[in-house]
């Protein structure tokens, strides 16, 4: 079974620009989650999304967003990126709502210059 | 809010030694707690698991126990391996009646290093 997928692995922008992140979750699965990873600040939590709707946001600008669609798919965008969005940013999936084990996947290394 | 404090890092070992990382928690009612372990260049694996007080999760030789009274859940190895180098992150999950199921709160993490 695949695991996690994220595309792009790496990813290098000015400051100013917007991009958007892409994660397929493993098959079957409906819950998709998005942290943020940097060594000053760890693992942060951005969002959530089940069954296409946002479930819960964590304490970021309004310059991140992200969607699900249909088919579980899910991307994030970051507008007017700035130097500090430099970062690793990971996808999870979980199979139902209440499901404990979230799959992470390999992440995406975001570098603004 | 909830939190999650792990010792600080990094911890080096000699092979065969033995390990402890230590995680406290604060959270309201009973959260589920987590270990999880990134590999250089890779993402995070689950690597046990624990649900509710007293549980002890346990998988590759590594063992927490989830002590409410003390709110924490310390992770142990009898005998590292070098292959266990990496870094550990300690984390929860809410407790069950709200709606943040899939959002974690991660402790700052503890890099591992083992020499042979």
């Known amino acids: 079974k695949a695991g996690v997928t994220q595309t792009p692995r790496y990813l290098i922008k000015t400051r100013g620009q917007q991009v958007t992140l892409s994660c397929s979750p493993i098959s079957g699965h409906r819950s998709v989650s998005w942290y943020q990873q940097t060594p000053g600040q760890g693992l942060q939590f951005l969002f959530e999304y089940f069954s296409e709707t946002q479930r819960n946001k964590g304490n970021f600008p309004g310059r991140f967003s992200g969607r699900q669609f249909s088919n579980s798919r899910s991307e994030m965008n970051v507008s007017t990126l700035e130097l500090g969005d430099s970062a690793l940013y990971l996808c999870?999936?979980?199979?139902?709502?209440?499901?404990?084990?979230?799959?992470f996947g390999p992440g995406t290394r975001l570098t603004v210059t | 809010g909830n939190s999650v404090t792990q010792m600080e890092g990094p911890v080096t070992l000699s092979e065969e030694a033995f390990l402890t990382i230590n995680c406290t928690y604060t959270?309201?009612?009973?959260?589920?707690l987590f270990w999880y372990v990134q590999y250089p260049g890779e993402g995070l694996q689950l690597l046990l698991k624990a649900t509710k007080a007293d549980d002890k999760g346990s998988n590759k030789g590594f063992e927490a126990t989830y002590r409410k009274e003390t709110t924490s859940f310390h992770l142990e190895k009898g005998s590292v391996q070098v292959s266990d180098s990496a870094v550990y992150f300690c984390a929860l999950r809410p407790a069950a009646g709200g709606t943040s199921y899939g959002k974690l709160t991660f402790g700052q993490g503890t890099i591992l290093t083992v020499h042979p």
């Open positions: 959270a309201t009612g009973y959260p589920s």
């Open positions: 999870a999936s979980r199979r139902g709502e209440r499901s404990y084990e979230q799959y």
